[in-house]
């Protein structure tokens, strides 16, 4: 069977456990400078690029993953949200871009093997893609809305060699995430077609859009709708919301999502509104209470954390949403459906 033919059928028996959020988890441990930085002789402070850690201190990125895994994960993400050549650039690391990648997947991959071998319950690896500090529907430039600091195939190429490096070390989905520009995400869709091609076999997409304000639209100005309908093309695995809000802000874009997306649909919401602090302190049992109300309704197949979000959480998550049905997806119809920055729809 195929990674994407494995998943459907377990999402089939019930409703499968993302994993929580990295970047709060590497700031929680108090690392130096030395500890991202290693050995590795790069010509820029190292400190909070995340990613780097996969080569640096490949102990911690394994001590994260394995404590979700334990905490009942089914899908562990990679760590490598920001590694790219673009975001890699501002700690002069682009000569790394692959390496990173690499071992970020072959840690997540050797420990959803090791617990799927000592269950026999299918563990996968999503290869996490975040969306660059770019954008290709608008201008950083307000008195030139031409400008574009980069352009699509560009951006494609970027994705290309990221979404390639995962595969190789073994991720089973590239997860297109935190999608705020549709138009990006596009080009990682267009890069996982390229890379198709290059391996002559299905390079399956995840895909979660992220909102800017709660009347549902992303930066580029699409609603969650719209994009669905601008991005339904590619035959995604998963569709779903992350980032932005808590649960409970969430909640009737979840909804609409699913009544719509004939695919799974995988939603990780923060836990909870920052505070004042900029800090996240929902509880796990609120977190896991609200996802367990979209769980009743038939609304979501794969449930986890983004920001803020613990191994504590996604055990909460995991044991609320035990023995719920998973949301049965809906029918593929036939009318055109079309996108602006409004859904658009022509019945026959």
Not at 140 to 168: H, K, M, N, S
Not at 227 to 253: D, K, M
Request: with cysteine.
């Amino acid at each position: 069977m195929t990674a994407r033919e494995r998943l459907f059928a377990e999402a089939a028996k019930r409703i499968l456990v993302f994993d929580g959020a990295f970047g709060t988890q590497i700031q929680a441990r108090g690392l130096g400078e030395g500890d991202y930085a290693g050995t590795l002789g790069l010509g820029a402070d190292q400190k909070g690029n995340n990613d780097i850690l996969a080569l640096t201190r490949p102990d911690v990125i394994a001590q994260i993953t394995r404590a979700y895994l334990e905490s009942g994960s089914d899908v562990v993400s990679t760590n490598t949200f920001s590694a790219n050549r673009i975001s890699q650039a501002d700690y002069a690391a682009e000569s790394r871009v692959r390496d990173i990648n690499v071992s970020s997947a072959r840690i997540a991959r050797e420990l959803a093997d090791e617990f799927e071998q000592a269950d026999g319950r299918p563990r996968f690896v999503a290869g996490a893609i975040g969306p660059t500090n770019k954008t290709l529907s608008l201008s950083p430039d307000v008195e030139d809305p031409g400008f574009r600091e980069i352009d699509f195939d560009f951006l494609t190429e970027v994705y290309r060699e990221q979404a390639a490096a995962l595969i190789e070390g073994g991720a089973d989905f590239i997860l297109i995430e935190t999608i705020f520009d549709t138009l990006n995400a596009k080009a990682g869709i267009m890069a996982a077609r390229r890379l198709e091609n290059e391996l002559g076999r299905e390079v399956p997409v995840m895909l979660s859009m992220t909102l800017t304000d709660l009347s549902g639209r992303n930066l580029s100005g699409h609603t969650v709708e719209a994009f669905w309908y601008a991005v339904r093309h590619a035959n995604p695995v998963t569709i779903g919301l992350n980032c932005s809000f808590g649960a409970e802000q969430l909640r009737p874009h979840v909804q609409l999502l699913s009544g719509i997306a004939d695919t799974l649909l995988m939603a990780y919401p923060n836990a909870g509104l920052p505070n004042e602090l900029g800090e996240y302190d929902e509880e796990p049992e609120t977190t896991a209470g609200l996802v367990k109300a979209w769980a009743e309704n038939g609304r979501a197949n794969i449930l986890g954390g983004c920001c803020g979000s613990t191994p504590e959480h996604i055990a909460a998550i995991a044991a609320a949403v035990s023995g719920i049905a998973p949301r049965k997806i809906p029918a593929r119809d036939t009318k055109m459906r079309l996108a602006g920055l409004e859904p658009f729809s022509i019945a026959a």
